[in-house]
T-cell receptor
Framework: AQSVTQPDIHITVSEGASLELRCNYS??????LFWYVQSPGQGLQLLLKYFSGDTLVQGIKGFEAEFKRSQSSFNLRKPSVHWSDAAEYFC????????????FGTGTQLKVEL | NAGVTQTPKFQVLKTGQSMTLQCAQDMNHEYMSWYRQDPGMGLRLIHY???????DQGEVPNGYNVSRSTTEDFPLRLLSAAPSQTSVYFC???????????FGPGTRLLVL
C-alpha cells in the first residue's frame, strides 16, 4: 500500500528565510507526487506535481520540489518565504490509473515570523 | 468556470439525523471524489466515481453513501450521523487520464 510521511508537524521560519518541507513516500512503482497548500478555512490548492521527467519541478508562488527516487523523497523548497506563505502544506502520492486514490500525508503547518 | 463547488459551507447535525453534502463541478471532469480531513490525519478518501453511474469505495466508506447520476454532481449522503463523522469534507474532481485533482472549498460538519 502506498503511504506518505511528513515528519514535521509544525515549522516556523522568519520572513525572507529559506524553507524546506520534507515528504517521504512508500510506493512500489513510480509514483505521481503532489504538493498542495491549504490556507485557513480554504480548500486545497495545487502547488506542483511530478509525474515523470526532470526531477526538479517548479510550481506556483515560487515553490519547487525535487524527486529523489533513491531517498523516496519529494521535498518542497522555497528560497525566500513571504508572510503570506503561512499555511498548511500537504504532500500526496497517487498512481497512474489509480482513479482518485490520492494518499495524503498528515500535513506540515508553516508559521512565518515577521 | 466556477470549478468545484460545495454546499453547505457549515452544518450542525444531531446524532441520528441524515443529510446530503452537495458537490458540483462545471469542468466536465469524469472523476470525482469525497475526502474527509481530520486533525493529524491528513485527507482520507471516502468514495469516488470514475463516471456517471459508477462509484466505488475509498479508504473510509462506512456511514456514507454516494451516487453519480450526472457528470456534474456527486452528492455524499450521511444516513444516520454520528459524532465520529464530525470533520471537514472536501470534494475533488479531475479529468480521466490527468492526475491533477481540483478541490472544492470544503464543508465543515459538526455532529452533536
Amino acid at each position: 500500500a502506498q503511504s506518505v510521511t511528513q515528519p514535521d508537524i509544525h515549522i516556523t521560519v522568519s520572513e525572507g528565510a529559506s524553507l524546506e518541507l520534507r515528504c517521504n513516500y512508500s510506493y512500489g512503482a513510480t509514483p505521481y507526487l503532489f504538493w498542495y497548500v491549504q490556507s485557513p478555512g480554504q480548500g486545497l490548492q495545487l502547488l506542483l506535481k511530478y509525474f515523470s521527467g526532470d526531477t526538479l519541478v517548479q510550481g506556483i508562488k515560487g515553490f519547487e520540489a525535487e524527486f529523489k527516487r533513491s531517498q523516496s523523497s519529494f521535498n518542497l523548497r522555497k528560497p525566500s518565504v513571504h508572510w503570506s506563505d503561512a499555511a498548511e502544506y500537504f504532500c500526496a502520492v497517487g498512481r497512474a490509473g489509480g482513479g482518485n486514490k490520492l494518499t495524503f500525508g498528515t500535513g506540515t503547518q508553516l508559521k512565518v515570523e515577521l | 468556470n466556477a470549478g468545484v463547488t460545495q454546499t453547505p459551507k457549515f452544518q450542525v447535525l444531531k446524532t441520528g439525523q441524515s443529510m446530503t453534502l452537495q458537490c458540483a463541478q462545471d469542468m466536465n471532469h469524469e472523476y470525482m471524489s469525497w475526502y474527509r480531513q481530520d486533525p493529524g490525519m491528513g485527507l482520507r478518501l471516502i468514495h469516488y466515481s470514475v463516471g456517471a453511474g459508477i462509484t466505488d469505495q475509498g479508504e473510509v466508506p462506512n456511514g456514507y453513501n454516494v451516487s453519480r447520476s450526472t457528470t456534474e454532481d456527486f452528492p455524499l449522503r450521511l444516513l444516520s450521523a454520528a459524532p465520529s463523522q464530525t470533520s471537514v469534507y472536501f470534494c475533488a474532481s479531475r479529468l480521466a487520464g490527468l492526475e491533477t485533482q481540483y478541490f472544492g472549498p470544503g464543508t465543515r460538519l459538526l455532529v452533536l
